[in-house]
T-cell receptor, first 114, second 114 residues
Framework: DAKTTQPPSMDCAEGRAANLPCNHS???????VYWYRQIHSQGPQYIIHGLKNNETNEMASLIITEDRKSSTLILPHATLRDTAVYYC???????????????FGQGTRLTINP | GAGVSQSPRYKVAKRGQDVALRCDPISGHVSLFWYQQALGQGPEFLTY????????KSGLPSDRFFAERPEGSVSTLKIQRTQQEDSAVYLC????????????FGQGTRLTVV
């Protein structure tokens, strides 16, 4: 799986859009980009994933550059409850379906300020 | 229950003591994962089950760590002769066996070895 690079920390004002970057310059054609977040004292929570098209769900949007070397997770209207560590993971299809072992890096600690 | 349940939530063990950590995955989830998360770090993969079969145990740090899932549902992670470096949060995750589906994590068990 490709290595990902994220800034260690970011701040964002409540109500504003939080844009979290991730660099995955060595990503291969069949590797997906997954985002998880971990709120303090909880287990990681899935947010969104994509291959090459931009994706949106009720939690966030994922923008992947055309060359797929980087992506941005967007939380459109950040709230205090979005304060968490956000992990960007590049992951290929597993040999065994469903056996998607996640390789977490250090992530970005996002703090939403009132 | 609706989510992945782990027990106990907290465990304090004396060095050399054996411990057993329990995970109740979401009903119907074929895949089950264990991760270890040291303070300030991202989770690290320990082992993976598909139903009752342990298909990947490459992340288990030593032969003191043992995991089982005898009936393909509840799983137990056992650590024998605990040492201080075993202090961490142990996370369990489960998922459907299908492409692209996310993993659902429990809240974890915080193990402190004194």
């Amino acid at each position: 799986d490709a290595k990902t690079t994220q800034p260690p920390s970011m701040d964002c004002a409540e109500g504003r859009a939080a844009n979290l970057p991730c660099n995955h310059s060595t990503i291969s054609g069949n590797e997906y980009v997954y985002w998880y977040r971990q709120i303090h004292s909880q287990g990681p929570q899935y947010i969104i994933h994509g291959l090459k098209n931009n994706e949106t769900n009720e939690m966030a949007s994922l923008i992947i550059t055309e060359d797929r070397k980087s992506s941005t997770l967007i939380l459109p209207h950040a709230t205090l409850r979005d304060t968490a560590v956000y992990y960007c993971i590049a992951m290929g299809r597993p040999i065994i379906q469903g056996a998607q072992k996640l390789v977490f890096g250090q992530g970005t600690r996002l703090t939403i300020n009132p | 229950g609706a989510g992945v349940s782990q027990s106990p939530r907290y465990k304090v063990a004396k060095r050399g003591q054996d411990v057993a950590l329990r995970c109740d995955p979401i009903s119907g989830h074929v895949s089950l994962f264990w991760y270890q998360q040291a303070l300030g770090q991202g989770p690290e993969f320990l082992t993976y089950f598909q139903n009752e079969a342990q298909l990947d145990k490459s992340g288990l740090p030593s032969d003191r760590f043992f995991a089982e899932r005898p009936e393909g549902s509840v799983s137990t992670l056992k650590i024998q002769r605990t040492q201080q470096e075993d202090s961490a949060v142990y996370l369990c995750a489960s998922s459907f066996q299908a492409r692209g589906t996310e993993a659902f994590f429990g809240q974890g068990t915080r193990l402190t070895v004194v």
